[in-house]
């Protein structure tokens, strides 16, 4: 019996990868899950990560520990760098080779820079843990280096946030942004006044949020100019620079530049199709298998998937989950004999939080605003968390937040204690203490 | 009024202090943190952190957060650099300065390495967040590079985990090992037995917790070894080197080797005066005043400070605290044109954990062992984290971690997903998965 054991090589632990092998574990097959990295991160929440709310640690369990009961499922820390998929191998970073009966690839997606990669040192995106803690480090060493700079009894200078796209991770960003700014820093500093700050959401669209309706990017855009978010639309940045950004001939100061626009898909989309899309996307069949290799699924982000009415699935963590679990169903009908059913995506809605008590959502043909949409917000994340801990512990954290008005997570961890970029030499001074 | 406030300039926002500008808080004075790094760290929970209990922010506070409501208290993220203690200056890094009529002087202590500092690369030491982060990533590594070893049909190599110094970072970080290596990671794991793993002490004196009396020192031994750590004493190490440590003659391989031997003290310590001892601390007299300049007082890890008995006091959290309110008091008792008091340590005794249920304490002249001395720890150190956030936060991990066997803040991160440390060239080959 074990050698008709068929093998899986699923690609990736994110919400595709890890939903595919739940759906596989302890069914007849031997399944092994490649990931970089050897947790999963919670990638809706790394924003909150950015902006102090929350650590690392909340929003990310290692892949090993999910998946420990499920003794067909080997977890292995390596990179792929390429296919031979005529001969069923996915190649390892090191040479050594996997070999597969079925291969599901959920490598994802990163932020795309529209073919400026030179931006992204001035500009970091948001996809990894990693990233997030480079941004948080940012971010809080905006508001020190300025109130060093007073205290030196030079001028501290603006403080400006600019962040490139309204896409939820742009909105949510913003509105956590100013949150910072006017409810939790001011009575941290002595020199400056936090409440100064300028949050810059750029969007080079007519709209924020465009793939949300029409009235919900209205409210988005009515609930973030209330908080004091400076919301521009149409405004496409032609270049990003060490502390400023363009938009056509106007030149916006930034302190700290955030990216949050475009969408690139894994390179291994390449290695897997000619016909990738314009981001990276590999087309799939109605069943999420790449055309001309029914073996091979390829889901999530990296996925150019269409639903019932020909438009593309959002590129969502729901999209993901249910492409995960509707794969290894299949490939599970298939060793048994069975026919493959295609993929039917159901639309459970889409959120976006703004801050406290403010966000948009639609369910269906429901649409909520403000308090209903956060609060619904709020609970359906807690749910999705992954893991107990990580959900007592997150809620731990949003408590604190909202009822302290603090941020306990605002740690500035790095090699380089300080960092000084884009300042002019120091004068020589003494000055006397307070 | 405000023409006479003295200005007090603190060095350091560790135990000492903080509690030293909390001892000055809303006090008729005008006092400057100045800082390294934004947060305090929860030192004593480090190793929680190296072995994955507990995350970063947990254990960390920003120092702001933590002083906001004195508003006499200004925070400033720098580094000090020199002193000019006839003009009462402080040198900043950039070349500005800050000018005082107290200084206190708290910036700490390091690893010492002997004057093998080329040994650090090889066997870091845990000291700071930073610190703890890259000691959980290698710990971390060595199993997955096992395990992909093993997957690649390849010799997964002995798992050796060398820890050098047998104070109490040394038996924690031991018994936290062993704990992993035993308790949690053999069901994560399919192709290497972590259970095989060796946890290796050296200890270059005598006995282990030399600081300790004697039979809670053979407790402690017998409380390693019965979890199956391997404990050698009179084992100084001769040599670190990339994958062994040397004692004379003997050669140990290791995987992984963490440095917890040896103080040395801030390298502030030599610019404030010519008379350190060997471990670079600062001698004080009975008020914790630098001899010579009464208005500069040193306290903390910095301080070569004696008791009543003539004996030095012991380096932990509880004496950098006293000292730091007793400071304090001294400055706020000047203004007030009172006398000041010689500091009188109050010994609250001493604590190691070693793991589950295991742990030694002297609490006056009440020895405990095992279970009672680890409840005795667990009560105090959550007593001790500074903030409601952290001690709820900390509980939650204690819980799971204790409860579910399992460690949830399992996460290498790092710039580099992968790294292949003391490899050879992998075999390029191919197998089948599963």
Redesign the interface.
């Known amino acids: 019996m074990s050698e008709t054991?068929k093998?899986?090589?699923i690609i990736g632990g994110g919400f595709g990868g890890l939903y595919a092998a739940k759906g596989l574990g302890n069914k007849p097959?031997?399944?092994?899950l490649v990931d970089?990295?050897?947790?999963h991160t919670f990638q809706p929440l790394l924003y909150q990560v950015a902006t102090a709310v929350l650590?690392?640690?909340?929003i990310?369990?290692?892949i090993?520990?999910i998946l420990?009961?499920f003794?067909?499922i080997?977890?292995?820390?390596?990179?792929v760098v390429g296919f031979d998929l005529d001969r069923r191998?996915v190649h390892?970073?090191?040479?050594?080779?996997?070999?597969?009966d079925y291969l599901v690839v959920a490598a994802g997606a990163t932020h795309s820079y529209f073919g400026h990669a030179q931006w992204e040192a001035d500009a970091p995106g948001l996809k990894s843990?990693?990233d997030a803690?480079e941004l948080r480090r940012r971010i809080?060493?905006a508001f020190?280096?300025a109130?060093?700079r007073a205290?030196?009894g030079r001028d501290p200078g603006p403080l400006n946030f600019v962040v490139v796209g309204a896409g939820p991770t742009g909105v949510e960003l913003a509105g956590a942004l100013i949150e910072i700014a006017r409810g939790v820093l001011p009575?941290?500093?002595?020199?400056i006044d936090p409440t100064q700050a300028h949050v810059i959401l750029l969007e080079g669209g007519p709209r924020i949020l465009p793939a949300y309706p029409d009235d919900l990017s209205r409210s988005a855009l009515e609930q973030l100019q209330s908080l004091g978010v400076d919301v521009r639309t149409s405004a496409a940045v032609t270049s990003v620079e060490p502390g400023q950004v363009r938009v056509g001939d106007m030149v916006i100061p930034s302190t700290v530049t955030l990216w949050a626009a475009g969408v690139a898909a894994s390179p291994l989309g390449k290695m897997l199709s000619n016909s990738t899309d314009r981001a990276g996307r590999v087309p799939v069949g109605p069943d999420l298998g790449l055309p001309g290799h029914p073996e091979v699924f390829v889901i999530g982000d990296l996925a150019a998937a269409k639903g019932e009415d020909g438009k593309l699935l959002p590129g969502l963590a729901e999209t993901a989950q249910q492409q995960g679990k509707a794969t290894a169903a299949n490939i599970v009908r298939e060793i048994h004999g069975e026919p493959r059913k295609p993929f039917h995506y159901r639309d459970m809605g889409l959120l976006a939080t703004i801050g406290r008590q403010a966000a948009v959502a639609r369910f269906g043909r429901l649409h909520l605003t403000g308090f209903t949409a956060w609060i619904s917000w709020l609970f359906i994340h807690l749910m999705l968390l992954i893991?107990?801990?990580?959900r007592?512990?997150v809620l731990?954290?949003w408590a604190?937040a909202y009822f302290?008005y603090?941020?306990?997570?605002?740690?500035?961890?790095?090699?380089e204690?300080?960092t000084?970029t884009h300042e002019a030499e120091?004068?020589?001074?003494?000055?006397?203490?307070?």
Chains 1, 2 share one sequence.
């Open positions: 054991r093998s899986v090589v097959v031997d399944v092994v970089r990295k050897n947790h650590s690392p640690g909340d990310a369990s290692p090993r520990g420990r009961r003794k067909n080997e977890v292995l820390l390596d990179e191998e390892l970073r090191d040479g050594a080779g996997l070999t597969y843990l990693e803690i809080l060493l020190e280096n109130e060093r205290a030196e009575h941290d500093f002595r020199r893991g107990f801990r990580n007592v512990l731990v954290n604190w302290a603090q941020r306990g997570a605002r740690l500035i961890t790095d090699v204690p300080i000084r120091a004068p020589t001074e003494r000055r006397k203490a307070g």
